[in-house]
């Protein structure tokens, strides 16, 4: 039997998280979160001042999440693909939000003025999102039959 990994992705704030805790049950499916993985496992190197973030260490990360996906039914809740290897997914989604949602949940999560500039289509995620940064690269990522997006306004 199959067992399907998905990759659930999209910009602070699209609701990934949210959205992969409420699937991972329902589907019968382990739930990873990227971040938590780097914390939890210090899988990075060092700190990134101008984005305020820790800078994963790519390699060490596809290997912490090597078996689990070997053995699939995982969900996979990050922002970016750009070092998972694409045998991995079984199916891609991209949650896409719109820009005053997007802007009113990053401020509530607590995004600081410097990552919430004003105006708004200053910010990168607001910017990522009028241009379909993400859905592209997954696109260019992956076979199209695969990449969906997904509304999470």
Not at 15 to 33: C, D, M, N, Q, V
Request: aromatic residues 10%; proline residues 5%; glycine residues 8%.
């Amino acid at each position: 039997m199959l067992l399907l990994n998905i990759l659930l992705n999209g910009k602070p704030g699209d609701g990934k998280t949210t959205l992969s805790k409420e699937l991972a049950p329902r589907l019968g499916l382990r739930y990873i979160k990227v971040g938590d993985l780097t914390r939890e496992g210090q899988v990075y190197d060092g700190y990134d001042e101008k984005h305020e973030c820790p800078i994963l260490h790519e390699d060490r990360v596809v290997d912490e999440l090597e078996n689990q996906m070997s053995e699939g039914g995982v969900i996979v809740d990050y922002h970016s693909r750009d070092f998972f290897p694409e045998r991995w997914f079984h199916i891609v989604f991209v949650l896409k939000t719109g820009n005053n949602v997007l802007y009113k949940r990053l401020e509530t999560m607590g995004y600081n003025k410097k990552k919430l500039p004003w105006p708004v289509w200053l910010s990168d995620n607001v910017q990522c999102e009028i241009f379909q940064i993400i859905y592209e690269e997954e696109l260019a990522s992956y076979k199209d039959k695969i990449v969906h997006q997904l509304p999470s306004s």
